[in-house]
């Protein structure tokens, strides 16, 4: 195995081990709302399974091909081998949004002891944290994967 199939390798076990924290929110938002059976529990329902359904689609898309090069590089690089901007600036404001939307949706559920504001945190949690896990997967994968050239002049310091 050459040095680019270990990356390849290494991203994706990292990539797959930061899908598991949004599939254990959805879990315990679904234990959740089973246990209280709150108002509207139908469309929370519907959201935690289109949001579990979505990760295991990405799930199995990164798993896949293991060795190969991922999709992934056509969009975070250009021809020329360098960052492509437009997409790195969209990950940057979904990262600043999911960070938002997580931070709101934790100090509600924290500080709002009723139960529909219960359940629906647990949404939002869900969504939010999923947005962030792919915007840290991304910035994970440009990290990994950006050719930077060799310099001799680096390894002199």
């Avoid at 990356?7 to 679904?30: E, H, Q, S, T, Y």
């Avoid at 440009?142 to 002199?156: D, S």
Wanted: proline fraction near 3%; charge should be positive.
């Amino acid at each position: 195995m050459n040095f680019e199939e270990k990356k390849n390798v290494i991203f994706r076990l990292i990539a797959g081990a930061l899908l598991l924290i949004p599939l254990f929110i959805i879990i315990f938002g679904l234990i959740h709302l089973f246990k209280t059976l709150a108002e509207g529990y139908i469309i929370s329902i519907i959201a935690f399974m289109l949001t579990a359904a979505f990760l295991l689609l990405e799930t199995v898309v990164i798993l896949k091909g293991w060795k190969k090069e991922n999709s992934l590089y056509k969009i975070a690089f250009n021809e020329n081998q360098n960052i492509n901007n437009v997409p790195l600036v969209a990950v940057i404001v979904g990262t600043l949004a999911g960070i938002g939307l997580t931070a709101l949706a934790i100090s509600v559920y924290f500080l709002r002891d009723t139960e529909p504001f219960k359940t629906s945190m647990l949404v939002v949690i869900s969504i939010s944290s999923y947005l962030l896990v792919n915007c840290v997967i991304y910035f994970i994968y440009v990290f990994m994967f950006k050719k930077r050239p060799i310099n001799l002049k680096n390894f002199i310091k």
